[in-house]
């Protein structure tokens, strides 16, 4: 696709197709002012009320016009030809002319067009032969002899006389078969209309006689001529571009290690491990860090510290959406409109060859065709000479620190996560919070908002943030902060702040934790664990043993199908057979499920300080659950007092604060769960299948 940014005359009640050549009134001086032989006509739809203009009065479709020459100078009228439809994207100037960005729509030939090139031709001839336009041999062998289908519709589009809405609705069909059936179809019409009128047969052989003698050959000319123009200043801009960079310009490292670790940990609290592979950074080349975890935890800020503690130059290039490979390696220059990739950009506006690039949502491209041009541009093999399309010179990328964030890595391709260094970032406990908006959040947004005197935040930290990260918190200091700074300007209040209860109230209205202490209600209700806490429910209707599942992950159900199928085979005595259950709100593994349908067969009120997690075998086995460890610090801070988790994740647990760990049992069987779940015990003697 080639992308243009234009000048746009609109021309009211009128359509101008490719290939033909026409006068322009005054458009020399946005041709000098943007230093383009280019511009778009686009039809004015509505010329009702000439004064009053909006965009949606202008045709989405125009015509792309190269301006030659002059007619002479002292004259106000340009030559110009047109020879492209184009589509608009966006307008990106109104006033006080506009400029739109376009897209050049291709009007490709296909070989199968053949058919329909006679057929038209035909209807062409018969047309003019109905209106006694001929014998004229020679117009009828340029037309025997056209082999350009676009040419040859387009110039019929120009002369024939049609209402302005058949025109308009001509130039915006994107379909050449469609457009030349439906041009069939006006030749038709036109000449049942016009077989009696001598007149308009006398105009319209005279402009289609002198149109194809004139600008037969010529336009095909012109048209050859044009295209290289356009390259050749192109060309010119993509030799500026590529002279602009920063070939051997290597930036100094202007810190030591030791000073590095110390700015770090002066931005940022905690994330040791993070911070640990700067010790080697310096040294190395081609190190490619991915620091994954959930939104909020401080990637990007701590990824911008990284690039200032080393001294170096930072650029973050938002990766989330992108789909076009061209957007990272650029578009070959040939292209109308060719710009660079995203990595030379970046490195443009470094202006070095070493600076910190950070890739942010590296899960959020499409893997497949971005992925694959990220894999070069990231092996230290191979970015030593990375090839830029539109530079076309190989570019030493060595020497860059790129850093990568992503939310789920999972999400990442195979062999590109192969080729990053991961480094967690763990979402915080309240106790780390409490310290990241002592130590930093709270200083940087009282600075920001220009308050003196102390402030105490322990209510709105433990009360108004379910969150993994700090995002929320910030922002609901910065708010509240917003609020004093008001009452201070005011004259109101001064000193210190004690923000309360009340005051955060008052601020944000009610606390928002849905999960804060939650107390089960019935039987067939557990707290589970998966991708935070929830509460799974079940019930039971009368039926023939079905199990309705409202999860669309086929995980999620077939541990619901063990977990029926195990209690099945251990729990003769319960007619399972004669209920139907459905399992409600479940994002929970077999486990969970397994303990609510215990609860609710045998009337067993679950425990509403016990969450629990794990994957169930069709023997009762419990085996690891992934992802795990902030599900358990969201557990422990929406109050629950006991959290039971497989034993084979014990490696998830080793980092979490002694408040949280005592809480954790490990099991490695069901039978071990059951006994710890419910209000009023359970005993195995009743049930010599356990
Ligand atoms: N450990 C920390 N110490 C100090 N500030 C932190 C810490 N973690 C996060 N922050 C602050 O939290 C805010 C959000 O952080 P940041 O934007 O880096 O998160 P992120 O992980 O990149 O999020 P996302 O995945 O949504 O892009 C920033 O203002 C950052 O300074």
Known sequence: MQYLNLFIQPIPNTVVFPYSSLQLYDVDCYIQLLHSQYIGLVSQINDNQPNVQTISQYSQYGTLVHVTTKQDES????NAFAFARFRINSFCQVSPFLIANVEILNDEIKTDDTEILSTFKEAVKIYMENFSLLPNALLKQKIDEENNIVKLQYQVANRIQIPFNQKLRLLQMNDNRERISTMIQYLNHKMTQYSTSNELEQIFKQ?????MQNNGENLINQTEQ???QMQEQELDYQQQYVQSLPWQILHPEAVSISECKQILDQRHYGLDLAKQPIKFLTKSTGSILCLHGHPGVGKTSLAQSIAESLGRPFQKISL???????????HRKTYVGAQAGMIMEAIKKAKCVNPVILLDEIDKINQYTVGSALLEVLDPEQNKCFMDN????EFNLSQVLFISTANYIESIQPALRDRLEMIEIPSYTIDEKEKIAIQHLIPKQLELNGIDGKVEFQYLITNYTNESGVRQLERQINSILRKIALQQVRGNRKGSYNINKGFVNQCLGESTIIYKNIRLQSVGM???????MNILEIIKTKGQGNLFQQSKDQYIVEQGITAQSYLRNCFKHIQFQNWDVTVANQNCLGVCVAVAMVSLFMNKK???SVAFAGELSLKGSIFRQYNLRDSIIQAAESGVESIIIPSQNVGDIQNLEPSIKKRITLVDHIEEVFQLAFEDGFTYQHYPNL
């Open 390 to 393: 539109y530079v076309n010179e």
């Open 207 to 211: 402009e289609l006689m002198s149109e």
């Open 226 to 228: 044009i295209i290289p």
């Open 320 to 330: 989330g959406g992108v789909s076009d490979e061209a957007q990272i390696r650029g």
């Open 75 to 78: 004259s106000n009228f340009c």
């Open 606 to 608: 679950v425990k509403s």
């Open 526 to 532: 557990c707290k589970g664990l998966n991708d935070g």
